[in-house]
Every structure is written in structure tokens, then in C-alpha cells.
């Protein structure tokens, strides 16, 4: 009778305890909910979010590459790979042709993940110097942007997001004018920009990381779509941007 007695107290310890036991956090990996808590974990997630500017076309082509081939500046040979982005019936202008998906789908992929490190920074926020979490915060809104200044450039309005979304959100978003996308992403790309400089960040960052010339250069592009040329061109004047004609290119002098 004893040793039943103490088998059910042990029982009862057991199953009492079991829930706090299993309900914490994991002590070999990051956790979801605390993830992007310090510097590292943020420089390990803006990695991902530079893979996703990865584009890649499915026949191993860089996807701006067999973008441009659809059009009069690429020259198309029976034979190669751009057989499969061909005009006509197949052409690259049917929403179910695999060039058009294939942008769709990694341009957008490039705005989740720099959606999900801008939102999970915020964990870490008090754990990391100003100027690394404003850096790091600065590249992730660099990239974003260069996301959807393709986007609008291949599609127009494009539904526009700036946080993680909820799965029946994503079936009920609408277009967003260009206009109003464009503005919000200059807004970005000046607190990009003062945050390089205030991180006092090279001209030439490791592994050709993204800075302050990428974001003006960017700024300058995306006023292109909007047929704003005098603002445009003034503000290339205004930050001393030097224009190759050839590659429609921007550098700081």
C-alpha cells in the first residue's frame, strides 16, 4: 500500500510538472518568438534576406537577364535557353507563362523576408548598439525597395505590404498605385541613407553588401516610372550622382 501511495504521488509530481517541462524555449537554436534578439542573430537574418534577392530563372538564368531577353534590348537565337521565353502563344506577357511567376514569386519572396527581419529586429532592439541595429535595419529596407521597384516596373500597381502577413490576408489585398508606393519607399531610402552614414559605413561593403550609393541610386531610379524627370534630374544634382549612360547607372563622385 505504501509503495502504491508513492507511486501516485510521483505520478501526480509527474504530470503536474510536465507542462512548464515541455513549455519553454529550445536551449540549442534560436526560438521563433525571441529570434533577431542580438546583433549575430540579426546579421544571420539579414543574410537570408540577401539570399532572397537571389533571382533565378528555372533553367539556372538570372532572372533580369531572361527578363530582358523578352524584350527589344536582348536578341533572341533559336536553340538556346530562351526558347523557353519565347513570344507568342508561350510569350512572357501570359500571366501563366513561367517567366512571369518566376518574377512574381521571388520578387515578392525578397519583400516577406525583409518584412519578417524589419518586424523580428524589434525583439532586439534594446540588446544592440544604435548604429548596427540602423545599419542592419537600413540594408533590409535597401533590398525591400529594390524589390518592389521591380515589381512596379514589371507589373505597375502591385499589392504593397510592410509587415509579416496573416494567411487570409494575402487572398484579400488590392493593387497600390505606383505613386503611393514610390513615396513611401523614398521615405525609406533617406533613413537608409542617414543611417549609413551615421554607422560611418564604407563606400565598398564586404561581399558588395548594399550602402548609401545603392540607395540613392535607387531613389533616383524609381522616380523614373513616374515620368518625374525634372525632380529626377534635380535630385541627381542635389547628391552629386554621376549617370553612365550606357547601363542607365548611378555612382557617388
Not at 125 to 148: C, D
Not at 225 to 237: D, G, N, Q, V
Amino acid at each position: 500500500m505504501k509503495k502504491i501511495m508513492i507511486a501516485g504521488i510521483a505520478a501526480i509530481g509527474l504530470f503536474s510538472g510536465c507542462k512548464k517541462f515541455l513549455d519553454r524555449k529550445p536551449l540549442d537554436a534560436s526560438a521563433t518568438t525571441t529570434f533577431l534578439s542580438n546583433a549575430e542573430e540579426m546579421e544571420l537574418g539579414l543574410n537570408g534576406v540577401y539570399a532572397g534577392a537571389f533571382w533565378q530563372f528555372p533553367n539556372n538564368t538570372p532572372l533580369l537577364w531572361a527578363i530582358e531577353a523578352t524584350t527589344d534590348v536582348g536578341l533572341r537565337r533559336t536553340g538556346n535557353a530562351d526558347d523557353q521565353i519565347a513570344m507568342g502563344d508561350a510569350g512572357p506577357f501570359l500571366i501563366s507563362n513561367a517567366l512571369t511567376v518566376t518574377a512574381w514569386q521571388q520578387e515578392y519572396r525578397l519583400v516577406a523576408r525583409a518584412n519578417q527581419q524589419l518586424d523580428g529586429m524589434k525583439n532586439g532592439q534594446a540588446n544592440v548598439s544604435p548604429t548596427i541595429f540602423g545599419r542592419i535595419k537600413a540594408e533590409t529596407m535597401v533590398l525591400r525597395a529594390w524589390a518592389y521597384f521591380h515589381l512596379m516596373s514589371q507589373f505597375g500597381d502591385v499589392p504593397y505590404y510592410r509587415e509579416p502577413l496573416a494567411i487570409d490576408q494575402v487572398f484579400t489585398m488590392a493593387r497600390t498605385p505606383v505613386a503611393t508606393i514610390v513615396a513611401d519607399l523614398y521615405k525609406d531610402l533617406d533613413e537608409a541613407a542617414a543611417a549609413f552614414d551615421a554607422a560611418g559605413t564604407q563606400a565598398l561593403q564586404t561581399m558588395g553588401r548594399v550602402n548609401k550609393g545603392v540607395a540613392f541610386g535607387l531613389k533616383a531610379k524609381l522616380a523614373k516610372p513616374r515620368r518625374a524627370s525634372r525632380p529626377w534630374l534635380r535630385f541627381i544634382k542635389k547628391k552629386k550622382l554621376k549617370r553612365r549612360r550606357k547601363h542607365d547607372a548611378f555612382l557617388i563622385k
